[in-house]
């Protein structure tokens, strides 16, 4: 039986220079815990295979320490550059510029194949490979893209306009963007947006896990006015505006009140996301 074990812990960089010691203890500690339980539940914590990893600002990288280990059983474990979470790559400045780059040459890589057998099926058939080699890539944790710079969004968005160009099995010439309309799909940075929204109505109507739902304020107006039943959120503060964009606190529930009120009132998840649907659509 394989487990998966995580654990995340946040402490301010002030702390990692002058009480390290203090930082690694607990997380060893957490470690050891996990550990024991695993051993007396007749299970075994590969210590060779476990990674740490130190997500911080780039700016801040002066602040962490060259050689910082933690002791997992017998082993020495250091600080990785990336990690695998869930099929995503994590990067130490939380950039995903490492999983773009996985998500881009994988689905390059399946269109290169796909165009080998193109002139043997037809446009359905060539489509309905595409939603499901190139676009599933493209949407997987595409939430964790809201934010990004638009030169990471553009590279993604080559991708589906080589997808869009092969469905229909034209030149590179051709005008991507009236393809994809026609195939209706939304945009990369349409996509993303979609995705982060569907999560949030999720998480109001009581549908999404908790942890999300504690994410997000509901505005209470300081006295009974009619934008009380409108649905809208308190968008969340951050000190950084250039990271607190890419939080969902924050960038959610500027997105969520950007919306028509009929969209935010919409009744069932179904028909929430056929008019959030056609609103983005109607945004290109």
């Known amino acids: 039986m394989l487990m998966t074990v995580k654990f995340y812990m946040s402490f301010k960089c002030e ?19 996990v550990k024991n339980w695993m051993t007396s539940n007749l299970l075994k914590l590969n210590d060779k295979k476990t990674e740490m990893l130190i997500v911080h600002s780039s700016k801040l990288s002066h602040c962490i320490p060259e050689n910082t280990n933690i002791r997992v059983g017998s082993s020495s474990v250091g600080t990785a550059e990336s990690v695998r979470n869930l099929g ?3 990067d130490c400045n939380f950039t995903m510029e490492k999983n773009i780059n996985r998500v881009i040459k994988t689905s390059f890589g399946n269109i290169k194949k796909i165009y080998k057998m193109r002139k043997y099926i037809t446009i359905d058939a060539t489509k309905l490979l595409a939603i499901n080699l190139i676009l599933s890539h493209l949407d997987y944790t595409n939430s964790l893209y809201q934010g990004l710079p638009k030169s990471c969004i553009k590279r993604l968005q080559r991708v589906q306009n080589a997808a869009a160009r092969m469905v229909f099995n034209v030149s590179r010439d051709s005008d991507a963007s009236e393809l994809i309309a026609k195939l209706h799909w939304l945009p990369v940075n349409r996509r ?9 109505y999720k998480a109001i109507t009581g549908q999404a896990p908790k942890y999300i739902s504690n994410m997000l304020i509901p505005y209470r107006p300081p006295r009974p006015l009619r934008s009380e039943e409108q649905r809208k959120l308190v968008p969340g503060k951050g000190i950084n505006v250039r990271i607190s964009r890419r939080r969902f606190s924050c960038a959610g529930p500027e997105l969520w009140n950007a919306l028509p009120l009929q969209i935010r009132l919409a009744q069932t998840v179904s028909s929430f996301k056929k008019q959030l649907k056609t609103h983005l659509f109607r945004l290109q």
Do not use: D, H, P, W
């Open 88 to 90: 995503t790559m994590f």
């Open 15 to 33: 702390s990692l220079g002058s009480e390290l010691n203090q930082v690694k203890a607990r997380l060893e500690e957490c470690v050891s815990m």
């Open 192 to 200: 993303i947006e979609y995705k982060v929204l569907v999560l949030i």
